[in-house]
């Protein structure tokens, strides 16, 4: 009878577009184990019921197991009432699979309310390590969006969503004896599990940004029959919904394609704005790569980002040209033979017969340009180890994969409005702070520029914004000058591109009652590695390596504690292109990035960075090299017996400061600064202070001792 009611309860299933994946053959499962699962509604032990193999005992909470619906559809299961803090229960579990009996947990000991993965029990991974069974990790996506879940708030509901249900291979758990009574470690144990089987389901690796974008609009567009869902907005005070900006992307990129080519790259030179947003989406939607250029590195730099990614065409906007002074800037690329073209003139060209094709390309949920997963998404560009910039090259599987992750960690709803201010030229702006709510259906806001404190603060509290992403330099100021209501609605902050001191911390949890999160990641990793979220958060860590990525931690010469940590996944770059080489890509050997920071990594899995061995510093958020910084000393002092060594030592307000050391006192700050005028970078290559030392130390190799000659330098700081 029990097969009989699993065979219509399948064919029921498959009609309401229930779709079941197993990873392992049922004959190839072990003799026992425990079925691990997240818990979306009422319908998942029905759903299990009607798949798993084995004839598992479902353990279910007190509020599920008197669902009358769900015992009247699993009147042939077995079942049984558990509560997950009651050690008696726990007992009876090992017993039974002393008896090489099957059971299905829920380790969340609840339905989610958010979609995704609430608090976990440590009950799975003793009863596992107990009776060395394994753990079989399945994950339910997609019935967030049923109305018999508890998601209304959240998620938006659909009669009959389309549920996938995968069934990972079965992973048997080790615990070191001197974790065993580590409840924290336990809990870790099980949801590390469950946090993988999530990426793994989501992450499909075969989307691209804009194809990824349409898939978003479909599921969050909509807030009603008639009404549409407001997404994005700016200072313009225009809010923006999914159908404005796929019209925009269509009809900007069909007049994008009229002066570019295919796979060509095309510069950006502008602010937050939705204008950036839809010149990105609309570059992307015909096959040409944006190159994000940081116009605030100085005249120079950009001339040079230009060259290496071989940039012929850069589009901008003659009002922004003017309030951000770039006008010697668009002069030098001017004379450089590279094309500009501005915003306005081209809106002026848009005919009715452009947005007719837009509207039918929106309709027919059209891309318009052949395009693969792995093909290049974005180029960005980060300090270069010969002092030029060097550029980044991400593909729309690495930007659209560390999303995935990063949702695991930041999980967004329909009810969050994410406040960025971080610019889009920087991974974390862009991946982060801009497309990662695009893809996840939340609202985000863009600001152009994060020095306007008093405006910020005052937008926080205007929007009721609940999620925001920064630094640790911006935090502290907003903080200094916003009145404890501005951050009212706010769930949280993220900090990443420098380190958060406690100082910032506290007067976020004490002024304004918030909490403020840190991150870990770089432009080659798109950038997200690892980070703290509401689930597992260890102030002065920057959290757990997110799902997806493989890293080690590799020993370096002259360090006693940690290691470099290197890092491999699908957000890890394509590769660099070196200023050297314009135009030509160096990808990474064996896909493995050197991330240059060194850093220990804990029991838990929580990462805390000791040092880091990059020649480059962050000053308020932005890279500046070390190396580069060198290069303009040596130019200035030419003597054959002149050596330097450049690094950067922690700053109260600025997150680093650089100093600068050489054995002469011939050279002078005012000889530094006219040098790096001449060369026309920004302000932040000047050292904040020159100090004398005779002898530059270094190793044995003959390769500069950097790490000895920042312990002197923060002695004589008194540090």
């Not at 009432?81 to 829920?106: C, P």
């Not at 100085?298 to 770039?326: Q, W, Y």
């Not at 994410?418 to 695009?438: D, E, Q, R």
Request: contains cysteine; charged residues 25%; aromatic residues 10%.
């Amino acid at each position: 009878m029990q097969d009989f009611v699993r065979a219509v309860l399948r064919l029921l299933l498959r009609l309401a577009q229930v779709k079941v994946e197993f990873k392992i053959p049922a004959d190839k499962l072990p003799v026992r184990g425990i079925y691990i699962c997240n818990h979306v509604t009422w319908l998942d032990p029905i759903i299990l019921f009607a798949y798993l193999p084995k004839n598992p005992i479902f353990l279910l909470h007190s509020k599920l197991y008197r669902n009358k619906w769900l015992r009247f559809f699993m009147t042939f299961a077995r079942k049984k009432e558990y509560n997950y803090i009651d050690a008696v229960h726990a007992k009876r579990v090992i017993g039974g699979l002393k008896s090489n009996h099957y059971f299905v947990m829920f380790p969340e000991g609840m339905m989610t309310d958010t979609g995704d993965i609430m608090k976990i029990y440590e009950i799975p991974a003793i009863i596992a390590d107990k009776t060395s069974t394994p753990l079989i990790p399945i994950w339910i996506s997609g019935a967030q969006f049923s109305v018999l879940s508890e998601t209304a708030d959240n998620m938006p509901h659909r009669l009959f969503p389309k549920i996938h249900v995968q069934v990972g291979a079965p992973e048997i758990i080790k615990i070191d004896n001197n974790l065993r009574k580590n409840r924290d470690y336990l809990k870790d144990l099980t949801y590390r599990i469950m946090n993988n089987m999530r990426f793994a389901t989501a992450y499909k690796g075969n989307l691209t940004l804009l194809r990824a974008l349409i898939k978003t609009s479909r599921i969050y567009g909509k807030s009603g029959i008639f009404s549409r869902r407001e997404v994005a907005e700016d200072v313009k005070r225009q809010p923006q919904t999914y159908m404005d900006i796929l019209l925009k992307s269509y009809i900007l990129g069909h007049k994008f394609k009229e002066f570019t080519k295919n796979k060509e790259n095309v510069g950006v030179i502008l602010p937050n704005s939705i204008e950036n947003i839809v010149t990105f989406f609309g570059l992307s939607a015909y096959g040409r790569t944006p190159v994000m250029l940081n116009f605030t590195q100085g005249e120079g730099i950009v001339v040079s980002m230009c060259n290496t990614a071989v940039v012929k065409h850069i589009i901008t906007a003659k009002k922004f040209v003017v309030k951000a002074k770039l006008e010697q800037t668009i002069a030098n690329l001017q004379a450089a033979k590279i094309k500009i073209h501005y915003l306005e003139d081209i809106a002026a060209t848009v005919t009715l017969k452009d947005k007719i094709r837009g509207f039918c390309y929106y309709k027919m949920k059209k891309v318009p340009a052949k395009q693969k997963s792995t093909d290049t998404a974005v180029i960005l560009f980060t300090s270069g180890s010969e002092g030029l910039p060097k550029a980044v090259v991400l593909s729309h599987n690495n930007i659209i994969s560390n999303v995935m992750q990063v949702s695991g960690v930041l999980h967004l709803t329909l009810k969050d409005t994410l406040f960025n201010a971080l610019p889009m030229f920087h991974s974390f702006g862009l991946t982060i702070g801009t497309i990662f709510p695009l893809l996840s259906g939340a609202k985000v806001f863009v600001f152009p520029n994060p020095l306007l404190y008093r405006s910020i603060t005052e937008l926080l509290y205007e929007l009721r914004a609940t999620i925001m992403v920064g630094t640790d330099t911006f935090y502290k100021a907003y903080a200094k000058i916003s009145h404890p209501y501005d951050f009212r609605h706010m769930r949280y902050c993220y900090a990443g591109a420098e380190a958060v001191k406690d100082d910032t911390r506290r007067l976020f949890s004490e002024n304004l009652g918030c909490r403020l999160l840190e991150g870990y990641g770089t432009s080659e990793c798109s950038p997200f590695i690892c980070g703290n979220s509401l689930l597992f958060n260890r102030f002065g860590s920057l959290g757990r390596i997110v799902p997806g990525i493989e890293y080690r931690v590799e020993p370096v010469e002259g360090i006693e504690r940690g290691g470099e940590l290197v890092v491999k996944g699908p957000n890890v770059m394509k590769g660099y292109i070196y200023a050297s080489n314009p135009g030509v890509l160096e990808p990474l050997k064996d896909g493995w990035y050197h991330t240059g920071d060194i850093v220990e990594v804990d029991e838990l899995g929580f990462v805390t960075i000791i040092d880091r061995l990059k020649r480059f510093a962050k000053v308020g958020g932005e890279m500046v090299s070390l190396l580069a910084i060198e290069n303009i000393a040596r130019t200035v002092w030419k003597s054959e017996d002149f050596r330097c060594g450049v690094v950067a030592v922690p700053h109260v307000s600025k997150g680093e400061q650089i100093i600068l050391v050489a054995n002469s006192h011939d050279i002078t700050r005012e000889q530094f600064t006219a040098e790096v005028k001449k060369a026309g970078l920004s302000e932040l290559y000047i050292p904040a202070k020159i100090m004398y030392k005779e002898s530059i130390p270094l190793f044995a190799t003959g390769k500069a001792d950097n790490i000895t000659l920042k312990k002197w330098v923060l002695e004589q700081l008194g540090k």
